[in-house]
């Protein structure tokens, strides 16, 4: 399902259930051995699918360990996303010569929970979501809107290790892709300042999944 969203380079791997064989380096391991069943079993498909994911791309097995926020520490010269829901797991991964930053983010193609979508969005987003719902009423948009907001955090932090608030990035959301404009001030990317992402996002099994890539021959 995710690859249909990445280009050539990045690698992906994804998962619907939970491989009974799945295993985790012991150094990884001793990340969740308080955990409970539900985050273990999280934790270890989304482990396993990005070593899935790294192996595609050549890079030798090792433990996936915590960075900054918590997100997966990746090998030297990698860069890469992890996302998890009900039902859903996935990883990608690239070689950081080729791609600046990636994000992805999964979520049940269901409606937000009361009261979620104020704390998530903007009012011109809302107005937005309206108009979109009045075009395509089976489609779940607060919900695509705020996975794809997740996928822009995702891709913003490895650049600028800052803080983005749902509030510091307006989407226009159209069929199959979105542009974020970016709020915040003073990031760059390539010695320009960096405004927007642009992304794609899938509805498909009950799921929307969204990505950002931001490949350097674009950039520079």
Request: proline share 7%; aromatic share 8%.
């Amino acid at each position: 399902m995710i690859e249909e969203l990445l280009p050539a380079e990045v690698s992906s791997a994804e998962a619907f259930t939970d491989p009974p064989d799945a295993l985790l380096f012991p150094e990884e391991e001793a990340l969740i051995a308080r955990a409970r069943d539900k985050r273990r079993r999280e934790f270890t498909t989304g482990r396993w699918c990005a070593h899935q994911a790294l192996s595609r791309l050549g890079v030798p097995p090792a433990p996936l360990l915590r960075g900054e926020r918590g997100a997966p520490q990746w090998p030297a010269g990698i860069i890469g996303s992890i996302t998890h829901c009900a039902g859903y797991r996935a990883a990608v991964v690239a070689r950081a010569e080729q791609v600046h930053t990636v994000g992805i983010d999964a979520e049940p193609h269901a409606p937000l929970p009361d009261g979620v979508l104020n704390v998530v969005s903007l009012e011109a987003e809302r107005a937005h979501l309206a108009e979109l719902s009045t075009v395509h009423p089976d489609t779940h948009w607060d919900r695509i809107l705020f996975s794809c907001k997740e996928s822009v955090y995702k891709a913003w932090y490895p650049i600028t290790h800052q803080w983005l608030g749902f509030e510091d990035a307006r989407l226009e959301l159209a069929p199959g892709t979105f542009t974020a404009h970016l709020r915040k001030e003073g990031a760059e990317l390539a010695g320009r300042p960096l405004t927007t992402f642009t992304g794609r996002w899938l509805v498909g099994g009950g799921l929307v999944v969204s990505t950002i890539t931001r490949i350097r021959a674009n950039d520079e």
